[in-house]
């Protein structure tokens, strides 16, 4: 398969696991504030919050379903390859947000390119400025990546 068909292939499945990581992040941010700072309760069970997540999912899921329908037919086996697939994106885009390394030096806290590997391009001299951002980390990978 070809990368464009990739690309279309998935398109939708990752607007739509996107508009649910973000919009389960601002409920999460909404029900903590409200919850600490107004009610002053630290300690409540999250119920709201299991359940506001939970028909976010829905509603996304569905609005996913029903933007592939448009374009071809989905049975019922297919809806659920679809759920998933928005689940597991959904727990990759949060896994993102909780990675946690425990060294302070950029190439040591990069995700994008391994430590093994930056290790080797910065001995070799390849990449010149150890102190760079993430983004111009991924610049960086992607010239290497393009020159192989």
Request: hydrophobic content about 45%.
């Amino acid at each position: 398969m070809e990368t464009e068909q990739i690309k279309e292939k998935f398109q939708t499945e990752l607007k739509w696991s996107g508009y649910y990581f973000i919009s389960s992040f601002i409920i999460s941010f909404t029900y903590t504030f409200f919850n600490n700072l107004i009610f002053n309760q630290t300690r409540q069970p999250s119920v709201i919050l299991l359940f506001l997540n939970i028909i976010v999912f829905l509603y996304c899921s569905s609005k996913c379903v029903m933007e592939i329908r448009r374009e071809k037919v989905v049975s019922f086996i297919l809806r659920l390859f679809i759920t998933l697939n928005i689940l597991l994106i959904y727990y990759f885009l949060y896994s993102l947000l909780t990675i946690k390394n425990m060294s302070t030096s950029v190439s040591d806290t990069t995700f994008i390119i391994p430590k093994r590997e930056i290790e080797i391009k910065m001995a070799t001299g390849d990449i010149s400025d150890s102190n760079s951002n993430l983004l111009k980390d991924f610049i960086t990978f992607m010239k290497i990546k393009n020159k192989q």
